[in-house]
């Protein structure tokens, strides 16, 4: 992205942001959730990697969707890795990621490169 637009982007780890918005909630916590938000929403292009592999609970789906959602909404470069099949990833993530009027979804098939490291 930056090669062919200039852009820079953020890239996260799911488990690892997701992290750090719970590590937010503490009492003096050195970042706020609306800190993190911001920096989300803010990014020219962000890449969520490994979707899928955080602990799956109500707060963990509502966390990424919102901001999926938000970058949907805005129409912000957003990329989404994942190892898991659609039919396992929340049906309101799916959908915006599927849209064809803002996306594509690609599926590459192979083995685990980190296997052969």
């Known amino acids: 992205v930056w090669e062919r637009h200039g852009i820079i982007g953020r890239l996260y ?20 959730s609306a800190l993190i938000d911001h920096e989300v929403q803010t990014a020219p292009a962000v890449v969520l990697d490994d979707l899928g592999a955080e602990k ?11 901001i999926i959602n938000y970058r949907y909404n805005h129409t912000l470069p957003t990329v989404v890795t994942t190892n898991q099949p659609q ?3 929340d049906g309101r ?4 990621l599927e849209d064809k009027t803002v996306g594509v979804w690609v599926n590459l ?9």
């Open 13 to 32: 780890v799911v488990t690892e942001l997701l992290r750090r918005y719970r590590a937010s909630f503490a009492e003096g916590a050195p970042e706020t």
């Open 56 to 66: 799956e609970s109500e707060w963990t789906r509502d966390s990424l969707y919102a």
């Open 87 to 89: 039919a396992a990833i």
């Open 93 to 96: 993530i799916v959908s915006r």
């Open 109 to 117: 098939h192979g083995p685990d490169r980190r296997a052969n490291v």
